[in-house]
């Protein structure tokens, strides 16, 4: 079995394992997307929903990489991305059915617990000079560095490459598709770092200008821990987008000067992007999203301050016209959702599927 289908067996697994952890890293303040107290999560009812939800995910995990390790080997390109694809899709959507039907229970049980606040309260912390501040985005042009040197290694070896460079390998590690040395298939690294470092950046941005969560019962604490996660976030998507782009453009050259394999390069790059994956599991379960496990620690009551349900649909949708916030924390998940009220919100979605289409379209100009 190539490596390259052990890789991808190890993602479907991780994908899986992640979704089946979800609702534990939850802030206790939240149950499947319900504000309860956190005293809550210790009631059985709740307990047997975590426990119900996270053997269902984990259940149909085990079948999705039972599938995977009997049919992907013995599967050409398309089929392999249609497996690929389903059985990495398939526990999403469990995973959202599951969150809806628990999130019902808890509804239900909300109301004849009295898990409600008991009338209108707000906080808001003035000046934040003393708190943890996030990377400042400036950082993100260290990204420009990344392709100007690509560019200038790429300048200097061009001689070197061979006549036909490698652009593909199937499951086996076979190489399948070459490109005619040229120029313009030269630059194809250089438009793929250059890519990379838009999207972090975008990403980078939103935790900049995302809506800072204050728990009224706990504002000091509460916005604390939540600036704690967001710098923590920050540097881990600083330090792991310049990692990974840099990784991948040093790997794509290094393979077209035969010093290294297109399937090595291809793993090794997987295993960088893997150790960014642990890294965001580690702030999950230290601090917990919006770093909630924390400022739960700290906090010295167990009232409901804060109601604030049917502003997300369906439990995942942030719709509130009366946010000017665009970026808000998830409600289920890790990282940051849209405020889908907002029109800015729909602007920033469209440019970013104009990059990633113009993206895709452009290298395939550069390899055709």
Known sequence: MSSIIVINIFMVALVGAILAATPYLMPPTECFTVTVPPSAKRDPRVRALYRNYAM????????????????????????????????????????????????????????????TATGAHAAAIVGDGDLPQP??????????VVVAVLMALIAVVYDRLPAQVPMHADLGGSVTEYAAKSPRVALFPVLEAAFLGIVFAFCHWGILRSKRPVD??????????????????????????????TCSAAAFLLSWLGVVTLEFSGVFVVGVALIFVAAEIWVSVRLGQSGGRVAAEMRTNDGVARDDDHLYKLGVFYVNPEDPSVWVPKRFGMGWTLNYARPLSWLLMALLVLISAGFAFAAFLLTK
């Open 56 to 115: 269902g995910v984990g259940a149909l995990t085990l079948v999705d990489v039972a599938i995977t390790v009997f049919t992907l080997p013995k599967a050409n390109d398309l089929t392999a991305s249609l497996i690929v694809m389903g059985v990495v899709l398939a526990p999403m959507a469990a995973s959202f059915a599951l969150m809806l039907h628990n999130r019902k229970q808890v509804q239900a049980l909300k109301q004849t617990q009295g898990w």
């Open 135 to 144: 990377v400042p985005l400036a950082w993100e042009l260290l990204h420009l």
């Open 216 to 245: 009224p019962a706990a504002p000091a604490t509460s916005a604390l821990a939540y600036a704690q996660f967001a710098r923590i976030q920050s540097l881990i998507m600083l330090v792991g987008g310049l990692a990974l782009n």
